[in-house]
Nanobody
């Protein structure tokens, strides 16, 4: 089992930037595919981005492509989500997720059921 703790959320103006972090413990981090999901007010939780265990491959939802960047530091057991050009519709609770990576294509890890471990979430609010 993996324990995940997100941080870095907050209030930011539209057009601004935030960087979320997710610290992992309890299992070999370098074997885990990592993902970010979000749940906005009144919405279902949706996929944001994923990164392979090695960090060599990434995937993004169309809604964030070109604005968000997922990365990881396996030496620090941490995955990041750099969010730029934030919009009001990015307001949500952001969740970090982890799973042992068994499939080579990181783009196949886009569903909630693909991930077995979840963090508690961090709130991101974008004001206009």
């Amino acid at each position: 089992q993996v324990q995940l703790v997100e941080s870095g959320g907050g209030l930011v103006q539209a057009g601004g930037s935030l960087r979320l972090s997710c610290a992992a413990s309890g299992r070999t981090f370098g074997s885990l595919a990592m993902g970010w999901f979000r749940q906005g007010p009144g919405n279902q939780r949706e996929y944001v981005a994923a990164i392979s265990a090695s960090g060599g491959a990434t995937d993004y939802a169309d809604s964030v492509k070109g604005r968000f960047t997922i990365s990881r530091d396996n030496a620090k057991n941490t995955v990041y989500l750099q969010m730029n050009s934030l919009k009001a519709e990015d307001t949500a609770v952001y969740y970090c997720a982890a799973t042992p990576q068994y499939r080579s294509l990181i783009s196949s890890y886009t569903r909630e059921r693909d991930f077995g471990s979840w963090g508690q979430g961090t709130q991101v609010t974008v004001s206009t």
